[in-house]
């Protein structure tokens, strides 16, 4: 089964940077396009990036756009969320998720956080001010 291991949340303060990575233990064809959840207690799980695995346009929210960037490396099956100008409304557990391609049109999975096929078991970002 896959699993998807996230790593590099923490505390920082308001304006710092984090930088995320998700682990895949081996891809599938469910994972072409992969992505970066939030979920803050009480809200709903929100979509923050995607990108496509082939291509890798990128698709964000408008809540982080200009701030974070999704990247990713291939041969080490490895996604990253780099955050910079971190607001204390980022505050949240950050999950990883993987999805069929098609989810990546116009940046669906964002919205569609039930389009996901393997989620990770995520990794908490605290930012005060």
């Known amino acids: 089964e896959v699993q998807l291991v996230e790593s590099g949340g923490g505390s920082v303060q308001a304006g710092g940077s984090l930088r995320l990575s998700c682990a895949a233990s081996?891809?599938?064809?469910?994972?072409?396009?992969m992505g970066w959840f939030r979920q803050a207690p009480g809200n709903e799980r929100e979509g923050v990036a995607a990108?496509?695995?082939?291509?890798?346009?990128?698709y964000y929210a408008d809540s982080v756009k200009g701030r974070f960037a999704i990247s990713q490396d291939n041969a080490k099956n490895t996604l990253y969320l780099q955050m910079n100008s971190l607001k204390p409304e980022d505050t949240a557990m950050y999950y990883c998720?993987?999805?069929?391609?098609?989810?990546?049109?116009?940046?669906?999975?964002?919205?569609?956080?039930?389009?996901?096929?393997?989620w990770g078991q995520g990794t908490q970002v605290t930012v005060s001010s």
């Open positions: 998720a993987a999805a069929r391609g098609s989810w990546c049109a116009e940046g669906a999975l964002l919205h569609r956080p039930d389009a996901t096929a393997y």
């Open positions: 081996e891809y599938t064809h469910y994972m072409n396009c």
């Open positions: 990108i496509y695995r082939n291509g890798g346009i990128s």
